[in-house]
């Protein structure tokens, strides 16, 4: 996936049913999958007061499909487990619709803002062993 002439890295992790979780590697790649990949309702993950990579989960193509407690949960616990507090035990996700993420004009890159956050307590972990980069 090219953006503006950059290439975007993202971890990929297939779920069942076609639902897809991307994980950025960089603060620029966070960047880009949270106001460029993320569709309006595509969900965001992010590990709560310490630095770790924006994650989306995203719904099969051409499907409104809302996810059920368990994908959002396997969705934050990847947002955990890409950040500085992947040793921890059970770590505080924020979770909100893509739609409700907005970079403040000015802020440097991997800096967003939150409306209508939920917080999710899970364990750092990954879906499956097979990752894409």
């Not at 999958?33 to 193509?61: C, N, T, Y």
């Not at 909100?96 to 967003?112: E, I, L």
């Amino acid at each position: 996936m090219k953006m503006k002439n950059d290439e975007l890295k993202a971890y990929e992790y297939p779920l069942s049913g076609g639902w897809l979780i991307m994980a950025g590697h960089s603060d620029k790649d966070n960047d880009q999958l949270s106001l460029k990949v993320a569709r309006a309702e595509d969900w965001w993950f992010h590990v709560r007061g310490m630095p770790g990579s924006h994650v989306l989960l995203r719904s099969p193509e051409g499907t409104s499909q809302e996810p059920d407690k368990e994908m959002l949960r396997q969705a934050a616990a990847v947002a955990a487990w890409h950040s500085k507090a992947r040793a921890g035990g059970v770590v505080a996700v924020s979770c909100t619709k893509a739609k409700f993420v907005g970079k403040p004009r000015g802020a440097k890159p991997g800096t967003v803002t939150l409306r209508k956050e939920t917080v999710l307590k899970v364990r750092p972990g990954l879906p499956s062993e097979s990752v894409k980069q």
